[in-house]
């Protein structure tokens, strides 16, 4: 079915034009500059859907405990409803049987849902000392042969996994991941820089929330987080709520990484969405206070409420960039490390017609994905 917006505001890679825009197939067939008279979307603005690429869950329920397909639809359209058109459902550290159901699980929620467009396992090869809200008890050695079996439980929709380069085996395992279509981002570790610099070299490209749950910057003991920094192939995720990265830290992070390497996520929990109180990260109680979550027994922080509109709007205020340059933070920079850019990511010719309509106050009035409005 054919859907035309007359004489809108539209942001392209290259900026905003008013354009003609037609849809079809679930594709941008056409996007033409245009100084049309015409006043129908006047006030109107298109931008890129979202992508978060790390994501536990939100509305009261979490990927890793989820039981159905139809609760696994009710998260996503929370995110659709906040201008997320693909995400990968992130799973935590669990026991083998748990992550495998919930492996299968997705796989046929992503059958029929095209938001989903992989699978982020954040673990179980990580380092305990930095485990965060990971579960101790389940954490892995990191093997070939083990990833073998979580690509095939997954039919082939695990897409990024984190891992902890420190960890004996990790560069077999890293190359082998990547070999066979799975990004590779660090994290959860307690990494040096020879270590990390060893992972970057076996293929892995990213880091899972810069400066959450890794050693941190040091003078004399460069590390993993200084790596992160110090490489410009390495992309690096920042939680983008203002509390797990101060304001002026994602700021510092930008200045050095330049737009292209920061990638925006929410890192949400069961509780993105919902008031302050008692909640759960897999089956780790969790205590929500003034958006902050943490482990109510041992008050080490864990995740977020963050959405991903609030997101791209607190990046803009957090470094005074434009919309140009949130939106490749928000959406075309996880599209490239992922390998997706020629799909998702931006507003262009031949790519999925994944976008958000807003208003002239920056508010959210519709939102398609593959064309068909979501929300």
């Known amino acids: 079915m054919k859907k035309e917006f007359k004489n809108i505001k539209t942001l392209t890679e290259h900026g905003y034009i008013n354009a003609d825009l037609v849809v079809e197939d679930g594709k941008f067939l056409s996007i033409k500059e245009t100084k049309s008279s015409d006043k129908t979307n006047e006030g109107k603005i298109i931008i890129p859907g979202f992508i978060d690429e790390h994501t536990h869950g939100a509305d009261g329920l979490d990927f890793t405990t989820v039981k159905s397909i139809e609760e696994i639809e009710k998260i996503l359209d929370f995110y659709a409803k906040h201008g997320v058109t693909s995400v990968l459902p992130t799973l935590l550290t669990e026991r083998d049987e748990v992550v495998f159901k919930q492996l299968e699980l997705i796989y046929q929620a992503s059958l029929r849902n095209p938001m989903i467009k992989g699978i982020h396992m954040e673990g179980p090869f990580l380092c305990k000392e930095y485990k965060g809200a990971q579960l101790e008890s389940c954490l892995q050695t990191p093997t070939p042969e083990k990833s073998k079996i979580f690509i095939e439980k997954s039919h082939g929709l695990l897409k990024l996994m984190t891992i902890a380069p420190e960890n004996e085996g990790s560069e077999e395992t890293i190359k082998y991941l990547t070999e066979h279509g799975v990004r590779v981002t660090l994290g959860h570790s307690a990494a040096d820089f020879d270590d990390t610099t060893k992972a970057l070299k076996s293929g892995a ?141 931006s507003i262009k010719e031949g790519k999925n017609a994944d976008f958000i309509v807003l208003n002239s106050n920056y508010e959210i009035e519709e939102v398609y994905i593959n064309g068909e409005r979501k929300a």
């Open 205 to 345: 490209c990213c880091m899972t929330h810069l400066f959450n749950a890794m050693k941190g910057i040091h003078q004399h003991t460069p590390s993993i987080c200084s790596a992160g920094l110090y490489y410009d192939d390495f992309y690096t995720e920042v939680i983008l709520d203002g509390i797990h990265v101060h304001s002026e830290m994602v700021e510092f992070i930008r200045r050095i990484k330049g737009n292209d390497r920061v990638i925006g996520i929410t890192d949400s929990l069961m509780a993105a969405g919902l008031p302050d109180g008692n909640y759960f990260i897999g089956e780790t109680p969790i205590t929500v206070k003034n958006h902050d979550c943490v482990i109510t027994e041992t008050g080490v922080r864990a995740g977020s409420t963050l959405d991903m509109k609030r997101a791209f709007d607190n990046v803009k205020k957090f470094t005074n960039i434009d919309d140009l340059e949130a939106s490749k933070i928000c959406s075309l920079n996880s599209a490239k490390m992922l390998g997706l850019d020629d799909k998702v990511g």
